[in-house]
């Protein structure tokens, strides 16, 4: 953790929220506007194509994590049924 935002962690009155306009690059945006502190832990800056790559790569991870998981169940399905099989076979022959 960075110095800044260790201090930032332990004085929230620097991440308090003044009510005017969110101040990305100078332009003003919103009605949001935060009082000095480090930019990575202040504002967000949609326009940033840095921050769009980074969230289009964590939205591509969490898809293919999601991908996985369905497999995972799909395969634990597949399982599930060829044991009731299983159980219906061996019940029918007692």
């Known amino acids: 953790m960075s110095v800044a ?3 930032i962690r ?3 009155d ?6 005017t306009t969110l101040s ?5 945006h919103g009605n949001l506007h935060f009082k000095q502190g480090p ?8 326009s940033s194509a840095g921050s769009n790559v980074e969230e289009a790569k964590v939205n591509l991870e969490f898809v293919r994590k999601e991908a ?6 799909l ?3 597949n399982q599930r049924a060829k044991l009731k099989i299983k159980r ?3 019940t029918a022959e007692s």
């Open 68 to 73: 996985e998981l369905r497999e995972l169940e």
């Open 88 to 90: 219906d076979i061996l």
């Open 5 to 7: 935002s260790e201090r």
């Open 24 to 28: 990305v690059g100078g332009v003003p």
């Open 14 to 19: 620097l991440m308090a929220p003044v009510r």
């Open 75 to 77: 395969e634990l399905e």
């Open 39 to 46: 930019p990575s832990q202040l504002s967000r800056r949609p």
């Open 10 to 12: 332990r004085d929230p």
